[in-house]
């Protein structure tokens, strides 16, 4: 069947089954746009305000459904406007296929206009990328795109598309799935490792499970729960495997990470046997390597074989899909009990509540605390929804105090901490998940307003997100930084801002200020009953601070529940 380019690139999305992309229409992918034109009962394609939101809608649309995101963009400013994302996609390990287009391939190099060399850009923010010239190759480029994608550990792949390849004719056949691509491989179990991580399962005093995202990825969460009830295993989390064990289930004890749980922080370095699944140990859940995991034998379960033994030496690599290995591994441990070890969790979580969860979520008097908005959101949502959140302070919080009952329900941009995340990210969650699922995103006031163009699509494409601001009127995460770290030089921290209100009034959403706390509790029903979006914006503690905390470079053990320590 002959084709153009262009309708062989929309051919080549429908064969993958891709039913919704978002993205912002240029001169050089133009062709494709138009051959689009002629799909839109079978693409549903998101216009976003900036090509950054296309790759942040893209990762939330691949998060809530655990498809494939799609993003598309035009040469030059609309292909470098996503590599934020991108790179955003790669650290967290998201499946996302980005299109770009790019101008005739007789003009690559020429500094033509809108010209960008996003391939030699993107190499290492990317799993894979590829330019096309030819318009013969798409078929099966784009096959291998979404495979790579997925495969392993999912990662963004990027295809530059010239002009001339757009509008160049082909015979379009399909692609068939690969048989011999390297990225399809999946490792082999190795059945010594696991015997032995069993033995050392076995014999543990103290072991602690870490779940981290890919237990998520790999869809363990039921293997990881069969295995922590079978050895009454105490389970933490890190911020992005969070959702992957209910919050509320007896054994488990809390997030890790530089605004994690006392109990999970301090008594990890306790530990005699930590098995870490689908996490990379990153700096933000290690503290100080030094001083990290001192008495535990590490068992650490990965896709990724780069990341074993990466930051933290493990005792036992198992080099496998976590869902895979933790179902081999099951039958080998013993049921057993912890008592005494779940014991020295209960008293630390009981420290930890003394110290700072009552007064954060029953304060009493002063401004509405963050803590508090998130836990009557939790009540009220009974931890059901899919909580989007940007990056800061209220990320912090909102994973410390939203009681995740359901899997697979917190979206976040973990890795790179990108700013601007939540709003464009619950777009593509809301569009994902439909009416299944209340989505609800959470910001900042210094946050929201990177990306907050996008409050256009929600009636655009009528969806009914909410939205809820929490104004500091600070950047706050940096201003808490200086306080601690630098003085109290509060070097441009302070943030003004417009009228959220006006601004939502302005979109076309409903939208509602509170200040005082005995308005909380109805401003966040009106919230969640609304059948349209609707933005509430929350005045809270200007100067609040978010704890326990464990300072940069300090060892885990030395969490702080208080300014003083």
């Not at 779940?342 to 509540?353: L, S």
């Amino acid at each position: 069947m002959q084709m153009s380019g262009a309708e062989a690139v929309v051919t080549a999305l429908i064969d993958e089954k891709i039913e919704c992309l978002f993205g912002y229409p240029g001169g050089a992918i133009m062709p494709t746009y138009d051959a689009l034109y002629q799909h839109q009962d079978r693409l549903n394609h998101v216009l976003v305000r900036h090509e950054q939101a296309a790759i942040h809608g893209a990762v939330g649309y691949a998060r809530a459904t655990r498809k494939v995101g799609v993003a598309i963009a035009t040469s030059g400013p609309g292909a470098t406007n996503l590599i934020t994302g991108i790179t955003d996609a790669l650290i967290d390990s998201i499946p996302v296929v980005c299109i770009t287009g790019q101008v005739f391939s007789q003009l690559l190099g020429t500094d033509a206009f809108q010209e960008a060399d996003i391939i030699g850009m993107t190499v290492t923010a990317t799993k894979w990328n590829y330019q096309i010239t030819d318009p013969n190759e798409i078929p099966f480029v784009f096959k291998k795109a979404f495979e790579i994608a997925q495969s392993g550990r999912p990662g963004p792949v990027l295809i530059d598309i010239t002009k001339d390849a757009q509008v160049g004719l082909m015979d379009y056949v399909k692609a068939e799935p690969s048989t011999k691509g390297k990225w399809l491989h999946k490792p082999m179990i190795d059945m010594d490792q696991i015997h032995k991580a069993s033995e050392i399962i076995n014999a543990a005093k103290k072991p602690i499970l870490i779940a981290g995202h890919g237990v998520m990825i790999s869809k363990a969460q039921e293997a990881l729960l069969a295995l922590a009830e079978k050895s009454d295993i105490p389970v933490v989390s890190t911020l992005l495997g969070l959702s992957t064990f209910s919050t509320t289930h007896r054994l488990y004890k809390g997030m890790l990470g530089m605004h994690g749980n006392y109990a999970a922080n301090v008594l990890c370095n306790e530990a005699d046997v930590v098995i870490a699944v689908g996490m990379r140990f990153d700096d933000r859940i290690t503290g100080k390597l030094a001083c990290y995991l001192p008495y535990a034998k590490v068992i650490h379960i990965d896709i990724d074989y780069a990341e074993i033994n990466k930051n933290v030496k493990a005792d036992i690599g198992i080099h496998a899909d976590a869902k895979e290995a933790l179902k081999v591994l099951i039958p080998y441990v013993k049921k057993t009990s912890h008592h005494d070890w779940h014991h020295a969790f209960d008293k630390a979580y009981q420290k930890e509540f003394e110290t700072v969860i009552k007064s954060e979520i029953s304060p009493t008097s002063g401004k509405l605390k963050m803590a508090e908005v998130i836990a009557k959101l939790s009540q009220k949502t009974h931890g059901q929804a899919i909580i989007v959140t940007d990056v800061g302070q209220h990320q912090m919080i909102a994973a410390r105090y939203y009681q995740f009952e359901q899997t697979s329900n917190h979206i976040t941009s973990g890795g790179l901490g990108t700013m601007g995340f939540a709003l464009p990210a619950a777009i593509g969650a809301k569009l994902g998940v439909g009416d299944k699922k209340q989505v609800i995103a959470i910001a900042g006031d210094g946050g929201f307003q990177m990306n907050i163009q996008e409050l256009a699509v929600l009636k655009q494409e009528g969806i009914a997100l909410k939205i809820i601001i929490l104004n500091n009127s600070y950047l706050g995460m940096v201003r808490q930084w200086q306080e601690m770290f630098f003085d109290k030089r509060y070097s441009f921290t302070s943030i003004s801002s417009p009228d959220f209100v006006k601004v939502a009034e302005a979109y076309d959403i409903k939208a509602k200020r509170i200040e005082k706390r005995e308005a909380l509790d109805q401003a966040l029903t009106d919230l969640l009953e609304s059948n349209t979006s609707y933005l509430l914006e929350i005045i809270v503690e200007q100067q609040e601070n978010v704890f326990p905390m464990v300072p940069a470079g300090a060892s885990i053990s030395d969490t702080k529940l208080t300014m003083g320590g």
